[in-house]
Each structure stands twice: as C-alpha cells, then as structure tokens.
C-alpha cells in the first residue's frame, strides 16, 4: 500500500526558507516519480517540482526556478523540497504525489497523493 507523507510546512516571513520532506512508502522507489504540487485557496493545483528517483532527473515550475530544489535521500525513501526566497503568492496547500515511470510534472499522471502541509508566507 503507497503511503505519502508530507510535513516541515509553517508559517514564515517574505524572503524566507522552508524545507518539506515526504517520506514515501510501499512503492518502488527506483522507478518512481515524485512531485510537488500546491493549490491555493480559488485556484487550480499546479506542478511545483518532480524528481525521478531513478535518476535524479528533475524539473521545476517556472514560478521556482533559482529558489526552489527538490532533492532525494534514497537510503530513507524521502523527498525533499528546500524553498528559499519565499513569497506571499507561494502560500498554499502543498501536496506530495508519486506515480510509476519518469512523469511530467502534470497532476494527472500521478496516482498517490498525500494529505498535504500548509505553507503560509507573510508579514
């Protein structure tokens, strides 16, 4: 059985840093995908950041390029997301998900979820 979950999410002043990890489980790891999405309050899930545990191959949002690095601990099944430089508009929902093969960072391709970590980014 998949098992994601998400925490490090908080509260945090413009120009910050927040580090969320996933810990995922029940899932093979060498030949999977695994993303970060958000979703704020009105608007549409978007891609943040994937990694394919495979190879490390990786991809960003444009929104994050520069300030936000996904990274994996393979020894603990963990996905990590380091954002620096925050902004009011990254505050939202952020969810971990993880699907089989090298995924493009497209919600619908992903077929585990978890139950997400509130990120809130304001003076």
């Known amino acids: 059985q998949v098992q994601l979950v998400e925490s490090g999410g908080g509260s945090v002043l413009p120009g910050g840093s927040l580090r969320l990890s996933c810990a995922a489980s029940?899932?093979?790891?060498?030949?999977?995908?695994i993303a970060w999405f958000r979703q704020a309050p009105g608007k549409e899930r978007e891609g943040v950041a994937r990694?394919?545990?495979?190879?490390?191959?990786?991809d960003y949002a444009e929104s994050v390029k520069g300030r936000f690095t996904i990274s994996q601990a393979n020894a603990k099944n963990t996905v990590y997301l380091e954002m620096n430089s925050l902004k009011p508009e990254d505050s939202a929902m952020y969810y971990c998900?993880?699907?089989?093969?090298?995924?493009?960072?497209?919600?619908?391709?992903?077929?585990?979820w978890g139950q997400g970590t509130q990120v809130t980014v304001s003076s």
């Open positions: 990694i394919y545990t495979g190879g490390d191959n990786r």
């Open positions: 029940g899932y093979p790891y060498g030949r999977t995908s």
């Open positions: 998900a993880a699907g089989t093969g090298r995924l493009g960072l497209q919600a619908r391709w992903f077929d585990s």
